[in-house]
């Protein structure tokens, strides 16, 4: 092929590029209508997210105080020492913050070292570094989950825009506009 027949190839497939236009647009369409029915699945779901689409595995228990924790307005568990009830909060958290761009969470622990240690074990090097979860070591590594180190605590920031607070609760901490808390 010489390189005018290229070009005339080229020319023709810019012309009809206008009826390729109308399939990508019902494409798009269509495409966003099924993220909305995925989204709402995993909203009303999110144990099933938690499982399947952050990679972090529980057992049955686990699994129903998710659905629990979704469901009610106060959720209260009673548990004994060595069930992980730290990393199940962090990880419900981090799925609320994935599902619900522009989300402010709160985790709050009865002082400050157990703050700093929520953050540091469970959520960072459990959750992420060491991943129990694949979606969030993938977002840390890609920069799209960002830590700071803050005067009370710490800040995990999401790229849809949500905040993630580590911070003990204390008198200090007040003033701190958070929708959600997660009292550990």
């Not at 990508?24 to 995925?38: A, M, Q, S």
């Not at 699994?63 to 979704?70: A, I, V």
């Not at 609320?96 to 700093?116: C, D, E, F, M, W």
Request: aromatic fraction near 14%.
């Amino acid at each position: 092929m010489t390189e005018r027949e290229i070009l005339q190839r080229l020319k023709k497939l810019r012309e009809s590029s206008g009826h390729i236009n109308e399939n990508t647009i019902e494409e798009k369409k269509r495409k966003d209508i099924l993220k909305r029915k995925w989204i709402t699945y995993f909203r009303e779901n999110i144990e099933i997210y938690i499982n399947c689409r952050m990679g972090f595995h529980c057992y049955g228990y686990q699994t129903f105080s998710y659905h629990l924790m979704n469901e009610a307005e106060q959720y209260i568990e009673v548990s004994t020492r060595g069930l992980g009830k730290s990393l199940k909060v962090i990880g419900f958290a981090s799925a609320r913050a994935l599902l619900y761009p522009h989300s402010k969470i709160g985790v709050t622990a009865v002082g400050s070292s157990q703050a700093n240690e929520n953050y540091l074990t469970a959520f960072m090097q459990e959750l992420v570094l060491h991943p129990y979860s694949w979606l969030l070591n993938w977002l840390y590594t890609h920069k799209m989950i960002t830590s700071r180190e803050t005067d009370k605590g710490y800040q995990v920031t999401f790229w849809n825009g949500s905040i993630m607070y580590f911070f003990p609760c204390i008198n200090s901490s007040r003033g701190k506009i958070i929708k959600k808390y997660l009292i550990m």
